[in-house]
């Protein structure tokens, strides 16, 4: 075996190997030298070279939302560093577990004017779950903050950053260890023994004629069917789901939008809930979070083992455990109130999901018609990827199947590393994954495709509408030249030629038809990654889109 010669190295690879971390992304470069040495020449890692550190920490990201372990992202001194912040953010709050070990100059070269030299001690500071600041030589202290910090990713769910200084020369080797480090092992708390007082919240519950249950970023089969079902029979209960929240029965409400969009203030104080309880990650809606925050609940009960957002500004209680435990013994306690809630809410819902297809029947080709026609046409089993902005919005107007687990950054809800995400995904996952863009985030990530990793079979739908189209549906869209460059930031471009320089088969579609024709091709051949870039009318979608919610009445 090589190994690194510099000892602190050495006691990096020695722990992270002990604690089973062996996703290692690398992002080329001299300082890091060492760790690159130790980690790509050790059979135990898998390694990948990703050349732009922010597609690297996204890709990172993406291994680490499906394998459910931290990826470890690897970066040489200097800027280098700052470039997996937005990565870095999004881990922290979608609770995604992620390690950065950065290079560093030694104390001694910071702020004297050296190259390439940084503060870099604690600059993830607002968003770290835990910052390892090391000393150049090896020792406990040292051993015992790698350990802490692999620790608190894993236990707390979020980034962690581990800062090594290393001195000149940096690519010497050697075949034997100088270290025995130290590995201090978990402790893991039962998260069952912080359900406490239980009884006086079921008061509360058997008492309420109006309960309503939103989820947010939620992972699939997390939730027990029997609790799925108790909860989608109650007569006093409403469920809201949501596109990313992977939980489905026949009576709950999986598009929030279609339902309130058209509601006037006597159906929001019908509407509003004596109890809310949430659980799951951030919420996509803007509509129900401008519903909760004005008709505000008597209780609002949050399930998450770590965190619990005052999204609503009405919070009352953090259940500090997992949904599915507390549900099960929270629900087993309780017993269903009499109340027409739920059936009023459905029968207006069911209307609207009439409203809703003869709509989609009669517009003509758009973002909104392409939607329907492109998540319809998704194989089974598959994963699908989505981007922020207006696609993620488009998809929670659509019915997905059940079948398929749906993942999209809504931790900070930025552009700027889901196509890099979903390609770490695809390589982090055994199914199949197709990623849904629009074109300003795809342009935004083009070096994403800078992979020499991505499976065959990974498939990217871009949606070209010639600019950021979500512009046009917000409030004060007017169509004039700081518009159309500032905020729209119109363009002409296509992926045709990033798709040959990366070497991906590419369709095109522009209508019904050729959209049919090239849905088919694309799902038709794995003989390597494809793009299927659809455009749409920009001038057209927002109306089109606009006039749907008109209609629903």
């Not at 280098?80 to 950065?100: D, G």
């Not at 088919?520 to 001038?539: H, M, Q, R, V």
Request: net charge negative.
């Amino acid at each position: 075996m090589i190994y690194p010669k510099i000892p602190l190295a050495q006691s990096i690879i020695e722990i992270c190997l002990a604690k089973g971390i062996t996703n290692i992304i690398i992002s080329p470069g001299s300082r890091n030298a060492p760790l690159t040495i130790g980690f790509a020449q050790n059979p135990n890692f898998k390694c990948y070279s990703i050349a732009d550190e922010r597609c690297a920490a996204f890709f990172a990201l993406g291994i680490a939302q499906q394998t459910k372990k931290p990826s470890a992202v690897i970066c040489t001194s200097g800027s280098a560093l700052l470039n997996y912040y937005p990565a870095f953010a999004e881990a922290f709050y979608s609770q995604i577990p992620l390690i950065v070990i950065s290079a560093d100059r030694p104390q001694s070269k910071i702020d004297i004017g050296d190259g390439q030299t940084i503060r870099q001690e604690n600059v993830f500071q607002n968003h770290s779950v835990f910052n390892a600041n090391l000393t150049e030589l090896v020792s406990e202290e040292n051993d015992l903050k790698i350990n802490a910090a692999i620790e608190a990713a894993i236990l707390k769910k979020g980034p962690v950053h581990i800062n090594a200084p290393f001195e000149e020369p940096l690519y010497e080797t050697t075949e034997t260890l100088s270290v025995n480090s130290k590995i201090t092992y978990l402790e893991v708390n039962n998260v069952t023994d912080t359900i406490e007082k239980l009884d006086y919240f079921v008061s509360i519950w058997n008492a309420a004629k109006r309960k309503m249950i939103l989820v947010g970023v939620n992972e699939s089969n997390s939730i027990d069917y029997k609790v799925v079902e108790k909860l989608a029979l109650d007569p006093s209960v409403v469920v809201l789901t949501e596109t990313t929240s992977n939980l489905h029965h026949s009576n709950f409400i999986n598009s929030i939008d279609t339902l309130i969009t058209p509601f006037q203030d006597f159906d929001f104080e019908e509407f509003r809930p004596h109890i809310l309880v949430t659980f799951g990650g951030m919420i996509v809606s803007k509509r129900i979070k401008a519903f909760l925050r004005k008709y505000k609940p008597k209780h609002h009960w949050h399930i998450d083992t770590l965190r619990a957002y005052d999204t609503f500004n009405s919070l009352t209680k953090h259940f500090e455990t997992e949904p599915n435990l507390f549900f099960e013994e929270f629900l087993s306690k309780t017993k269903n109130a009499e109340s027409d809630y739920f059936s009023k809410i459905n029968t207006i819902y069911d209307l609207r999901k009439i409203r809703k297809q003869e709509y989609l029947e009669k517009i003509t080709f758009s973002d909104f018609k392409v939607f329907e026609k492109v998540i319809e046409s998704l194989p089974k089993n598959t994963q699908l990827q989505i981007s922020n902005s207006s696609a993620i919005r488009y998809a929670q107007l659509i019915d997905i199947d059940s079948s398929i687990e749906v993942f999209c950054n809504r931790g900070t809800s930025g552009i700027d590393g889901s196509t890099s995400t979903a390609i770490g995904a695809a390589v982090g996952s055994d199914k199949q994954t197709i990623f849904i863009t629009g074109d300003i985030g795809f342009l935004y990530d083009s070096n994403a495709l800078w992979n020499s990793y991505i499976p065959k079979n990974f498939k990217i739908i871009l949606i070209n509408n010639g600019g950021g189209g979500i512009f046009r549906i917000l409030p004060g869209h007017e169509e004039k030249p700081v518009f159309n460059t500032y905020f729209e930031t119109s363009h002409q471009l296509t992926a045709e030629h990033l798709a040959k320089m990366y070497q991906f088969n590419y369709h095109t579609a522009a209508d019904l038809v050729s959209l049919e024709q090239n849905l088919k091709l694309l799902y038709g051949s794995n003989d390597a990654p494809a793009i299927l870039e659809i455009f749409t009318p920009t001038l057209d979608n927002d109306k089109i889109l606009l006039q749907f919610f008109k209609e629903l009445v």
